[in-house]
Nanobody
């Protein structure tokens, strides 16, 4: 069992940057692949980025490549999402998620955080 708590969301102007953090409970954080997903109002949840257990493999949704960077610090039980060149269409609730096993880009993760709101103004 792992509990996830996101932070770092907020209001930012277009072109700005934010860094989201997701702190995980427990002592087995390095056993989990981690992902970031987001859901905008009226839209389905979509994949943003994911990282393998040791951080050696990362995946990004095509539209976020070059603007978003996922990383993790297993010593701090934390995964990060650095977002830059933000656009109004990046406005959404961002969720981190954990899964046992290999990193994937689907939504089949075992544990989810409560989400953090990111709002990008034009």
């Amino acid at each position: 069992q792992v509990q996830l708590v996101e932070s770092g969301g907020g209001l930012v102007q277009a072109g700005g940057s934010l860094r989201l953090s997701c702190a995980a409970s427990g002592r087995t954080f390095s056993s989990y692949a981690m992902g970031w997903f987001r859901q905008a109002p009226g839209k389905e949840r979509e994949f943003v980025a994911a990282i393998s257990r040791r951080g050696s493999i990362t995946y990004y949704a095509e539209s976020r490549k070059g603007r978003f960077t996922i990383s993790r610090d297993n010593a701090k039980n934390t995964v990060y999402l650095q977002m830059s060149s933000l656009k109004p269409e990046d406005t959404a609730v961002y969720y981190c998620a954990a899964k046992v096993g290999e990193v994937t880009t689907d939504g089949l993760y075992d544990y989810w955080g409560q989400g953090t709101q990111v709002t990008v103004s034009s």
